[in-house]
């Protein structure tokens, strides 16, 4: 007995002493594991995990709770979220405490395996605050905001007190989703707590009211803050600038004592955002010269893009040397932004090369469309069209960029049968888009099509912008249809906006309708809508075509006394070819004379324009010898010269000008007609044989001709400027471009419906007094649009009373 009894009594006295042991060893092991979180190779953490199991340690929950904090840390960036199970499931499930559980949960979350988190979490017996923190800081972490911001609203449904951790985090992803109902009821919850004062706290409720753009509740969050931080200042600048109010900003950045380049960024990316680019590079060269600021990869993304917009290839060349030179990574924002600069600023070769070269794969769609916009302005419209079929994730600007580049570039087929596509599979078109096809549909006088993109404009509430409404009233002007312009102007009138009225007065005076465009620009007047320079282009137009002389000089007058309108050279191009047209050639001559500025080729064309119709050689030659003096290689002046000669039957001048052409390879633009008909656009030259209904067209335009020589017509043989023989002169004008497109029209069509028919060039006399006569035969209203002016033919009259 006495044995045993001092046998109990030794082992009791040990027992302290191997727990002494364990606890010693056990606290060895965690320094250890605490410096293989700072050390070269974490790893080792591993090691030491495995002699702790071999050593029978694990029965110290400090060891544990130690082992956990590895894996949470260094070690969870090798996968070891794997070792941090496998330890858990090595503690006995009654030595597992909360600290355990959460340690575990905080390895799935931070190695972003948040599905395993979710599991995890809903296992656990008694999730306390520093669970729900965990998961909520995990979510955030992985961008799934929303669901940071519902399971905050759970953790507080169970009655649980959110940490200064966790409001931080609920309120950067209130801030992220800019859900401004929720990030109210945090900050209650942050005055409640008392935690208003905490600066880390405070910091997120102010960059959360910043990033949903309350600025009056941003204001009073960051004034009643007894102790603000640089990041506090930041936000009020950020805020401000992303308002546009960089007033405010601006002052705000002037108050602060220090400054990081955050704080200049965001002034500097506030300028640039806000279309004050000038501004931005201004205050780029003041953080250059009063700090000793480093610009980094968001300095130079926005400097770039304001070099960009302000087309500064030099300065945005000293950016990409200092990005070369400083070795700054080459990120996405960097490429785009670079890509930007040199498209925009002519150098598209340069900005395709970069493209070509960047090794990230997610360029934005704006550097591709910047691309694209660069070779469009190059006409080249192939590599435009190279990169908008490479384009991922095309949105409606870059699909409204190349329909742009189509329509500016003359290719308005493509650009219609692009925007066909858009509608197909593409984004939802804007008004700027609708204007451009519209402005297409115009081009191609597309009558029919025109009209369903307008519906389209209805439906979608775009026909109220002044963009898509004057381009619905210049698709129907050049579409021949002036009562449908005339309809949408008198539904928009009362805008007051200069550019519709114009639209108008232009529309009329193309067509013919002189003295009605006249009346529209006086009540124009009347109602206090300013004239614009392009207005009184309009004028001069209707009055030229309308004879209109004594009033043109009129208005002339009036646009510098009245308007303070310097005259431009197109003002003198219509004044002179307003007086030309009328007969008063001298007078032409001598107003040009008497302008304050050289005459350009224009002027001069005008001139020889009227020359042409008057049938003056003399005062031909003087104006076709001063343009080919300007533009050598302008066509248009040698064909009116030899018109003028072959005129007045002087056919040897006639043939000597154009063996002058000749010997001189001057390229005379070819004469060509289109009609639209059946969604399709189809071309004619003069004798064309390429057409696939060519034998019927022909049949059908001899007989046009014997119609009309039975009616009354007599060819005048004067238009043709070849010397032949009058049967040849007869078969030559029978086969003029719009007389094969009447041809074809009168058999594609229905009987007693209006052909419109299109033509490059200015109509012929011939053609004139042909069409005259056709529109009379077959009772159809036939109109053409010429390089001029528009000519309604009916019943054998046509509206520009024989004056164009």
Same mark, same amino acid.
Not at 139 to 150: D, M, Q, S, T, Y
Not at 775 to 784: A, F, N, P, Q
């Given at each position: 007995?006495?044995?045993?009894?001092?046998?109990?009594?030794?082992?009791?006295?040990?027992?302290?002493?191997?727990?002494?042991?364990?606890?010693?060893?056990? =606290?060895?092991?965690?320094?250890?594991?605490?410096?293989?979180?700072?050390?070269?190779?974490?790893?080792?953490?591993?090691?030491?995990?495995?002699?702790?199991?071999?050593?029978?340690?694990?029965?110290?929950?400090?060891?544990?709770?130690?082992?956990?904090?590895?894996?949470?840390?260094?070690?969870?960036?090798?996968?070891?979220?794997?070792?941090?199970?496998?330890?858990?499931?090595?503690?006995?499930?009654?030595?597992?405490?909360?600290?355990?559980?959460?340690?575990?949960?905080?390895?799935?979350?931070?190695?972003?395996?948040?599905?395993?988190?979710?599991?995890?979490?809903?296992?656990?017996?008694?999730? =306390?605050?520093?669970?729900?923190?965990?998961? &909520?800081?995990?979510?955030?972490?992985?961008?799934?905001?929303?669901?940071?911001?519902?399971?905050?609203?759970?953790?507080?449904?169970?009655?649980?007190?959110?940490?200064?951790?966790?409001?931080?985090?609920?309120?950067?992803?209130?801030?992220?989703?800019?859900?401004?109902?929720?990030?109210?009821?945090?900050?209650?919850?942050?005055?409640?707590?008392?935690?208003?004062?905490?600066?880390?706290?405070?910091?997120?409720?102010?960059?959360?009211?910043?990033?949903?753009?309350?600025?009056?509740?941003?204001?009073?969050?960051?004034?009643?803050?007894?102790?603000?931080?640089?990041?506090?200042?930041?936000?009020?600048?950020?805020?401000?600038?992303?308002?546009?109010?960089?007033?405010?900003?601006?002052?705000?950045?002037?108050?602060?004592?220090?400054?990081?380049?955050?704080?200049?960024?965001?002034?500097?990316?506030?300028?640039?955002?806000?279309?004050?680019?000038?501004?931005?590079?201004?205050?780029?060269?003041?953080?250059?010269?009063?700090?000793?600021?480093?610009?980094?990869?968001?300095?130079?993304?926005?400097?770039?893009?304001?070099?960009?917009?302000?087309?500064?290839?030099?300065?945005?060349?000293?950016?990409?040397?200092?990005?070369?030179?400083?070795?700054?990574?080459?990120?996405?924002?960097?490429?785009?932004?670079?890509?930007?600069?040199?498209?925009?600023?002519?150098?598209?070769?340069?900005?395709?090369?970069?493209? =070509?070269?960047?090794?990230?794969?997610?360029?934005?769609?704006?550097?591709?469309?910047?691309?694209?916009?660069?070779?469009?302005?190059?006409?080249?419209?192939?590599?435009?069209?190279?990169?908008?079929?490479?384009?991922?994730?095309?949105?409606?600007?870059?699909?409204?960029?190349?329909?742009?580049?189509?329509?500016?570039?003359?290719?308005?087929?493509?650009?219609?049968?692009?925007?066909?596509?858009?509608?197909?599979?593409?984004?939802?078109?804007?008004?700027?888009?609708?204007?451009? &096809?519209?402005?297409?549909?115009?081009?191609?006088?597309?009558?029919?099509?025109?009209?369903?993109?307008?519906?389209?404009?209805?439906?979608?509430?775009?026909?109220?912008?002044?963009?898509?409404?004057?381009?619905?009233?210049?698709?129907?002007?050049?579409?021949?249809?002036?009562?449908?312009?005339?309809?949408?102007?008198?539904?928009?009138?009362?805008?007051?906006?200069?550019?519709?009225?114009?639209?108008?007065?232009?529309?009329?005076?193309?067509?013919?309708?002189?003295?009605?465009?006249?009346?529209?620009?006086?009540?124009?007047?009347?109602?206090?809508?300013?004239?614009?320079? &392009?207005?009184?282009?309009?004028?001069?137009?209707?009055?030229?075509?309308?004879?209109?002389? =004594?009033?043109?000089?009129?208005?002339?007058?009036?646009?510098?006394?009245?308007?303070?309108?310097?005259?431009?050279?197109?003002?003198?191009?219509?004044?002179?070819?307003?007086?030309?047209?009328?007969?008063?050639?001298?007078?032409?001559?001598?107003?040009?004379?008497?302008?304050?500025?050289?005459?350009?080729?224009?002027?001069?064309?005008?001139?020889?324009?009227?020359?042409?119709?008057?049938?003056?050689?003399?005062?031909?030659?003087?104006?076709?010898?001063?343009?080919?003096?300007?533009?050598?290689?302008?066509?248009?002046?040698?064909?009116?010269?030899?018109?003028?000669?072959?005129?007045?039957?002087?056919?040897?001048?006639?043939?000597?000008?154009?063996?002058?052409?000749?010997?001189?390879?001057?390229?005379?633009?070819?004469?060509?007609?289109?009609?639209?008909?059946?969604?399709?656009?189809?071309?004619?030259?003069?004798?064309?044989?390429?057409?696939?209904?060519?034998?019927?067209?022909?049949?059908?335009?001899?007989?046009?001709?014997?119609?009309?020589?039975?009616?009354?017509?007599?060819?005048?043989?004067?238009?043709?400027?070849?010397?032949?023989?009058?049967?040849?002169?007869?078969?030559?004008?029978?086969?003029?471009?719009?007389?094969?497109?009447?041809?074809?029209?009168?058999?594609?069509?229905?009987?007693?419906?209006?052909?419109?028919?299109?033509?490059?060039?200015?109509?012929?006399?011939?053609?004139?007094?042909?069409?005259?006569?056709?529109?009379?035969?077959?009772?159809?209203?036939?109109?053409?649009?010429?390089?001029?002016?528009?000519?309604?033919?009916?019943?054998?009259?046509?509206?520009?009373?024989?004056?164009?």
């Amino acid at each position: 007995m006495q044995n045993a009894a001092m046998a109990a009594g030794a082992a009791a006295a040990a027992r302290p002493a191997a727990t002494a042991a364990v606890a010693a060893a056990s =606290d060895h092991y965690a320094r250890l594991l605490q410096l293989c979180q700072t050390a070269a190779n974490p790893s080792a953490g591993r090691a030491i995990h495995a002699h702790a199991v071999k050593a029978g340690l694990l029965v110290s929950a400090y060891l544990c709770n130690n082992l956990f904090s590895y894996y949470a840390g260094a070690g969870a960036k090798g996968g070891s979220f794997r070792d941090a199970r496998r330890l858990f499931e090595e503690i006995p499930p009654a030595r597992r405490n909360a600290f355990t559980w959460n340690s575990l949960l905080s390895v799935y979350a931070k190695s972003g395996r948040l599905d395993d988190a979710r599991a995890m979490f809903a296992e656990m017996p008694e999730p =306390d605050a520093v669970s729900w923190t965990v998961m &909520i800081v995990g979510l955030n972490r992985a961008g799934r905001f929303w669901e940071a911001v519902e399971t905050f609203l759970d953790m507080v449904g169970q009655g649980l007190t959110p940490t200064q951790f966790t409001l931080t985090n609920v309120l950067s992803s209130c801030a992220a989703t800019e859900a401004s109902g929720i990030g109210r009821k945090v900050h209650s919850f942050v005055v409640k707590l008392g935690l208003s004062t905490c600066v880390p706290v405070a910091n997120s409720v102010l960059n959360m009211y910043g990033k949903v753009g309350d600025a009056e509740t941003a204001k009073a969050v960051f004034e009643r803050m007894p102790v603000r931080s640089i990041s506090s200042w930041n936000a009020m600048v950020s805020l401000y600038a992303r308002q546009g109010r960089m007033e405010l900003a601006v002052s705000m950045f002037e108050n602060m004592e220090e400054r990081t380049i955050v704080s200049w960024n965001a002034v500097i990316a506030g300028y640039n955002q806000n279309g004050l680019d000038g501004m931005a590079l201004k205050f780029f060269s003041r953080m250059l010269s009063d700090s000793s600021m480093e610009p980094d990869a968001f300095t130079v993304t926005s400097v770039l893009s304001a070099c960009a917009n302000l087309r500064m290839l030099k300065m945005g060349k000293q950016m990409h040397s200092y990005i070369l030179r400083t070795g700054m990574p080459y990120s996405v924002q960097i490429i785009n932004a670079l890509i930007s600069t040199y498209a925009k600023s002519g150098s598209v070769e340069v900005a395709r090369r970069i493209m =070509d070269q960047a090794v990230v794969t997610d360029l934005n769609v704006i550097s591709f469309t910047a691309l694209l916009e660069g070779y469009v302005k190059l006409g080249d419209m192939k590599q435009a069209r190279e990169i908008f079929d490479v384009m991922n994730n095309r949105d409606v600007i870059a699909w409204t960029a190349m329909i742009v580049g189509y329509q500016k570039n003359g290719q308005n087929d493509e650009a219609v049968e692009l925007f066909r596509s858009m509608i197909k599979s593409g984004p939802e078109p804007n008004s700027y888009t609708l204007a451009a &096809i519209l402005s297409a549909c115009a081009s191609l006088a597309c009558l029919d099509y025109g009209k369903q993109i307008q519906c389209k404009a209805i439906r979608s509430l775009q026909e109220q912008s002044v963009s898509v409404s004057n381009a619905i009233i210049t698709m129907y002007s050049r579409s021949g249809s002036v009562p449908l312009a005339r309809k949408v102007f008198d539904r928009i009138r009362w805008r007051k906006e200069t550019v519709t009225w114009t639209s108008m007065i232009v529309a009329l005076a193309q067509h013919g309708f002189g003295g009605e465009a006249i009346n529209l620009f006086e009540e124009m007047l009347h109602v206090g809508v300013k004239p614009d320079r &392009i207005t009184y282009i309009g004028v001069f137009s209707a009055c030229t075509h309308a004879g209109f002389v =004594d009033r043109g000089k009129m208005y002339f007058d009036q646009m510098q006394n009245e308007h303070s309108i310097v005259p431009e050279m197109s003002h003198y191009a219509c004044m002179v070819d307003l007086l030309a047209r009328a007969g008063l050639l001298r007078e032409a001559q001598e107003f040009i004379q008497q302008m304050p500025v050289a005459p350009d080729a224009i002027v001069w064309g005008s001139l020889l324009s009227g020359c042409r119709v008057r049938k003056n050689a003399d005062l031909a030659e003087l104006a076709a010898e001063k343009l080919l003096s300007i533009d050598p290689d302008n066509g248009g002046a040698y064909s009116a010269l030899a018109n003028v000669y072959s005129a007045c039957g002087r056919w040897n001048d006639a043939a000597r000008i154009w063996k002058l052409s000749k010997d001189k390879a001057v390229k005379k633009e070819t004469g060509f007609s289109w009609t639209h008909v059946h969604n399709k656009v189809h071309v004619f030259g003069a004798d064309d044989v390429l057409h696939p209904q060519r034998n019927a067209i022909y049949k059908k335009a001899a007989e046009l001709w014997e119609e009309i020589k039975k009616a009354g017509f007599v060819p005048d043989l004067n238009s043709v400027l070849h010397d032949v023989d009058d049967e040849l002169k007869e078969e030559l004008l029978s086969r003029h471009s719009e007389k094969l497109a009447i041809a074809f029209g009168l058999i594609n069509t229905p009987e007693k419906t209006t052909l419109r028919i299109m033509k490059n060039l200015r109509v012929c006399n011939d053609c004139h007094a042909a069409i005259k006569f056709i529109s009379k035969v077959v009772e159809r209203e036939i109109i053409v649009r010429d390089a001029t002016r528009f000519h309604h033919f009916r019943d054998g009259f046509c509206s520009c009373k024989d004056y164009w």
